[in-house]
């Protein structure tokens, strides 16, 4: 059988669900310049960034009706991340 090489692969202890968010969480408002952390919530697949974000500080450039975009810096660049609401937190939020 193929190697699977899939979005998720390698991801069973760090994409683990630890407890379920309240509905407060989806309607925070994020405005442009906002530090949010990226913060993958597993059981939402829609939006979800890639694991290689989850943890990282970015800031708000646009915001949408479900989704919001994000520049997070990489290494020594700044990578463009878009993902929805369930998936990043306010800097400083638990």
């Not at 059988?1 to 390698?10: I, L, N, Q």
């Not at 919530?41 to 829609?46: C, E, G, L, N, T």
């Amino acid at each position: 059988m193929p190697k699977s090489h899939g979005y998720r692969r390698r991801t069973r202890s760090l994409l683990k669900s630890h407890g379920k968010k309240g509905l407060s969480s989806m309607l925070v408002e994020y405005n442009p310049n906002d530090k949010v952390v990226v913060k993958i919530d597993p059981a939402q697949v829609k939006g979800m960034p890639h694991r290689r974000f989850n943890g990282l500080v970015g800031v708000v450039t646009e915001v949408g009706r479900r989704a919001v975009t994000l520049d997070v810096p990489v290494g020594g660049k700044t990578k463009k991340l878009v993902a929805r609401k369930e998936h990043v937190v306010r800097l400083g939020a638990k």
